[in-house]
């Protein structure tokens, strides 16, 4: 079992300080552990800055998010994880060129873990998409996953490689990302494009009607199972698979828009 220093010492110095306190002198050693407890709470402020921004986040109050998550990425040392969530907040809305600055410095650290920098790396594969160059992301995200595993990564790699194009290849590492993880509807929904891409209605449609009926947080389960059932003939379902995926709000970290879904709607009201 890995130890963690930092732990450890903690331990012994507090251990230190109850010892001065209960041998020697008890207002030395509590004034001496109050310095230090005080101490490592003003140096772990970067993570309670942050965890006030997720709980904003959480909240839907995003500006007030941004301006913890800011504060705790202005802070000297702050850990790298935390400007990595910070950066990826700002993609999520949008900031583009935000993001990508905090990215570029922190993936220069030196002796980043092997958690750190994959984080920094599935971002930024992430940023490269959004700049238009799926192929580097997909590449970027190819070498963290010949390190690094975890839902986040086969997310982004299963879904960037529907959208690069290689099908099968897409297909295959979705089937191996539902075995690593057959709880995320993520990963699900991007089992179910590829089914549905390579024309497999039926094996599609079988993860779209659970995961609709289960009910998710995001559009792309209903918009393509209605997409399934208006080719086997459903229409009057299908309308409202698609009417159901335009009531969710548009991700930037996503290909599909309003304007795709409204567009399906309106050819599907003129047949009906």
């Known amino acids: 079992m890995k130890i963690n220093k930092s732990l450890l010492l903690n331990f012994f110095i507090i251990l230190f300080f109850a010892l001065i306190s ?14 230090f407890i005080l101490y490592k709470l003003y140096s772990s402020r970067a993570y309670f800055y942050a ?29 790298p994880r ?3 969530s910070y950066a990826y907040l700002l993609l999520k809305e949008k900031d583009i060129q935000g993001c990508r600055n905090i990215l570029d410095k922190l993936i ?26 799926v192929n580097l992301a997909v590449e970027t995200l190819e070498e963290v996953y010949s390190k690094f595993k975890n839902s986040t990564l086969y997310e982004s790699l299963g879904y960037l490689l529907i959208l690069q194009g290689d ?29 549905f891409r390579l024309g497999q209605y039926d094996k599609s449609a079988e993860i779209y009607e659970k995961l609709t009926e289960k009910g998710t947080f995001f559009a792309e389960p209903y918009y393509y199972y209605g997409l399934v059932l208006k080719a086997e003939g459903n229409t009057i379902k299908a309308n409202e698979m698609l009417k159901t995926a335009l009531s969710f709000k548009q ?4 290909d599909l828009t309003k304007d795709m879904i409204q567009s399906e709607i309106n050819v599907m009201n003129q047949a009906l």
């Open 167 to 195: 099908l099968e290849k897409a297909l295959k590492f979705n089937l191996e990302a539902i075995d690593y993880d057959d709880n995320n509807d993520v990963i699900k929904d991007n089992l179910a494009q590829s089914y």
């Open 251 to 254: 991700s930037f970290l996503s």
């Open 108 to 133: 220069t650290k030196e002796n980043l873990n092997l958690d750190e920098e994959s984080a920094i790396k599935m971002t930024l594969a992430l940023v490269y998409w959004k700049e238009g160059d």
């Open 82 to 84: 935390v400007a990595a």
């Open 51 to 79: 965890m006030l921004g997720n709980a904003n986040f959480s909240k839907g109050a995003k500006d007030k998010a941004l301006q913890w998550f800011k504060k705790a990425s202005q802070v000297k040392n702050c850990p």
């Open 22 to 35: 209960f041998k020697f002198n008890a207002y030395l050693g509590n004034g001496l552990l109050s310095v």
